[in-house]
């Protein structure tokens, strides 16, 4: 039990155009998702948390107009980086929390690249 | 916030010896501490966590031990193994009175078995 589903697994993509990535729990209803960002051998950055039907919560530094996140529904959240640059090339993570709150259950990652 | 500091950065044991990853962490809120194995390119996997009303917890060839007091908890890992090589994370969560349980990570430790 509690998967968590990403796609796409990786993306490229030309630099200015827009990129979606989904996050979907498979069997569990996640009532709060997480983003992360990972650079190659640095930790996972949280970028934000949202909670289904409200508006994300950014961390601080995150441009909450270049990542657009939606959780329209109980196991669907999606990402979507618009314009990007080759800066932002790197490690999508998300993760699930469902009735225990404090457990979190990763996505496989999107490995995005910006050429 | 949360911060959450890990040590060493990298630590390389011969096979069948014992690999100790030490973090501290700020925030005397924060009551549950997991701790994740990430492979190259792969999402973190859980190995083992501890909540803030235990002291030590053993899972196989796996322990934590958690010193509130102090604010620091360790991995052990006894009888290392070449699978075990990976970057290990640790992590602390806590609900300060606000409605999300965000993960604050350490920066990793890369431990290297040799065979």
């Known amino acids: 039990g509690a998967v968590v589903s990403q796609h796409p697994s990786w993306v490229i993509c030309k630099s200015g155009t827009s990129v979606k990535i989904e996050c979907r729990s498979l069997?569990?209803?996640?009532?709060?998702m997480f983003w992360y960002r990972q650079f190659p051998k640095q930790s996972l950055m949280l970028m934000a948390t949202s909670n289904e039907g409200s508006k994300a919560t950014y961390e601080q530094g995150v441009e909450k107009d270049k990542f657009l996140i939606n959780h329209a529904s109980l196991t669907l959240s999606t990402l979507t980086v618009t314009s990007a640059h080759p800066e932002d090339s790197s490690f999508y993570i998300c993760?699930?929390?469902?009735?225990?709150?404090?457990?979190?259950?990763f996505g496989p990652g999107t490995r995005l690249t910006v050429l | 916030g949360e911060n959450v500091e890990q040590h060493p950065s990298t630590l390389s044991v011969q096979e069948g010896d014992s690999a100790v990853i030490k973090c501290t962490y700020s925030?005397?809120?924060?009551?549950?501490f997991p701790w994740y194995k990430q492979e190259l390119g792969k999402r973190p996997q859980l190995i083992i966590d501890?909540?803030?009303?235990?002291g030590e917890k053993k899972d196989q060839r796996i322990a934590v031990t958690l010193n509130k007091t102090a604010k620091h908890f360790s991995l052990h890992i006894t009888e290392t193994q070449p699978e075990d090589s990976a970057v290990y994370f640790c992590?602390?969560?806590?609900?300060?009175?606000?409605?999300?349980?965000?993960?604050?990570f350490g920066k990793g430790t890369l431990l290297t078995v040799n065979p």
């Open positions: 992590a602390a969560i806590g609900n300060s009175g606000g409605s999300n349980y965000k993960l604050t």
């Open positions: 501890i909540r803030s009303n235990v």
């Open positions: 069997d569990f209803q996640a009532t709060t």
């Open positions: 925030d005397s809120a924060s009551n549950y």
């Open positions: 993760s699930a929390s469902g009735t225990r709150q404090d457990t979190q259950y």
